[in-house]
């Protein structure tokens, strides 16, 4: 009933706001969704970006996502519009791709003039609300953003991408100058904001806001957890899911999954789920709250040319620290590691079976009981991770229009 409530007030006030709105902005016109498409080639229609989470991730904490659906939308323009570059010839989704998961397919990303950016394009599905959830209950040991994790909020990243030489070009009176010359803008600031006057901040906040609406869970791992807790109190499926994917003690050759198999899984899917628990699982969750280790140097090369956490901290013991990312949509965003270095997730697997090095710096949860941080998997087990790794793929993200490109 409260709930009923709820909905006709904001019903009554959607109503409302956006009458006033096309009132203001278009005397006679009484459709600005149309009218943007007409006279702007923008395809935009008004949605909701709420994001109902799942039971299973309710229960260890998360919580359902609000947007400003507004700002949403007119961050989604932003996020795609090339006007926004130096030589207009670069966006964020230049680097950024919704069919990859937002990760770009490249080594290193195509900036404005033809440069490149310094380091392997991130994937952005789940990030940022995620870590976001993490930072409400964890506080100051919630992950960060970029790979050596050097900046907490997404508006400081946004501006940061904006205006990096290698990137997009900008600096951010030349944004909103930029963002002042569109017409398209104009109405779309009236509806987020109710004014016309454009400020740096608004640029920054919506941009963010977008990113943060940028998520989904319903991978096949997501579903299987779903059918699994569906039911039962929190408590339980708090325990059932941390039974089946937290092992404070990863021994590789044993699994703590003590279901015989999840639904929807294979065979050789669910070998690799108690796989992964096992060996990758504190420093890679694609169920956040799971995850211990937010940053580590896995050991892919002694001499590390991009030094990572050690490059901002100027420490030697953080020498080839680099952030270590959730993997959901991990199949669709490679290359993969902060240089691009490996193109399949074959060979990232293989790395972890026999390439990694003794790094002095090299994090105590690579190595199992015999202090080996060489797993040496079989092939078949090699097979099963990978076929495990696909389970975090959520064609959600890839195809949900509400994410994709709004310039016809
Ligand atoms: C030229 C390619 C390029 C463009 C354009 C670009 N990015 Fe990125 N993005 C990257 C790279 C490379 C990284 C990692 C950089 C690093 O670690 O130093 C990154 C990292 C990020 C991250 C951090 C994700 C995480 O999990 O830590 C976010 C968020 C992001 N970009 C958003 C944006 C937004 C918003 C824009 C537009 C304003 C944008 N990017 C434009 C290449 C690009
Ligand atoms: C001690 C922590 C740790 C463990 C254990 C670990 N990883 Fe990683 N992983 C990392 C870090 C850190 C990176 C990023 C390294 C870099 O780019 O320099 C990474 C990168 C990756 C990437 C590439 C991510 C991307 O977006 O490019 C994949 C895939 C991956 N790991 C899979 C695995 C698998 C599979 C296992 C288990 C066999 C595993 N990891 C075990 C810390 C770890």
């Known amino acids: 009933m409260k709930y009923l409530y709820v909905f006709l007030l904001l019903c009554l006030f959607a109503i409302s706001c956006s009458k006033q709105d096309m009132r203001v902005i278009h005397e006679g016109s009484d459709d600005l969704t149309h009218l943007l498409n007409m006279e702007n ?23 359902d996502l609000e947007f400003d659906d507004d700002k949403v939308a007119l961050g989604r323009v932003l996020f795609y519009d090339k006007a926004l570059s130096s030589d207009q010839s670069v966006s964020c989704a230049s680097c950024h791709q919704q069919h990859r998961a937002f990760a770009d ?31 409400a209950i964890r506080s100051n040991t919630a992950p960060s953003l970029l790979w050596d994790e050097r900046v907490t909020n997404l508006q400081d990243l946004t501006r940061a991408a904006l205006t990096n030489p290698r990137e997009m070009g900008m600096t951010m009176p030349k944004v909103v100058e930029r963002v002042e010359n569109k017409v398209y803008y104009q109405y779309l600031w009236k509806r987020a904001f109710g004014r016309t006057e454009i400020a740096e901040q608004d640029i920054l906040d919506c941009i963010s806001e977008f990113v943060s609406a940028i998520g989904s869970t319903t991978s ?18 708090d325990t059932i899911v941390s039974n089946i994917y937290y092992n404070p003690d990863p021994k590789p050759d044993t699994t703590i999954v003590t279901t015989t198999t999840l639904p929807f899984f294979n065979q050789s899917e669910f070998r690799g789920l108690g796989l992964f628990v096992a060996n990758c699982s504190p420093c890679h969750s694609p169920i956040r ?64 079976s026999t390439g990694v090095v003794e790094h002095p710096n090299l994090h105590p949860r690579m190595r199992d009981e015999n202090g080996s941080a060489r797993k040496n998997f079989t092939a078949q087990q090699k097979k099963d991770i990978v076929a495990f790794l696909h389970t975090l793929s959520d064609d959600a993200i890839t195809q949900d229009e509400r994410f994709s490109n709004p310039f016809k």
Do not use: W
């Open 289 to 352: 709250p799971f995850q211990e280790v937010f940053m580590a140097c896995n050991g892919l090369e002694m001499n590390y040319s991009d030094q990572g956490l050690g490059n901002v901290t100027e420490n030697p013991a953080h020498n080839g620290v680099f952030k270590s990312p959730p993997l959901r949509n991990i199949a669709r965003t490679g290359p993969y590691m902060h240089d691009g270095r490996f193109k399949t997730l074959e060979e990232v697997v293989e790395f972890y």
């Open 220 to 237: 096949k791992f997501d579903k299987a957890l779903i059918q699994t807790s569906g039911e039962m109190s929190v408590t339980i499926t």
């Open 105 to 135: 397919g490249k080594a290193f990303g195509d900036g404005v003039d033809g440069q490149r950016a310094a380091r392997n394009s991130m994937a952005l599905g789940n990030t940022t609300n995620f870590s976001a959830h993490y930072r």
């Open 41 to 63: 080639h923008l395809n935009l229609k008004f949605e909701s970006y709420a994001t109902a989470i799942p039971e299973y991730l309710k229960a260890v904490g998360m919580k």
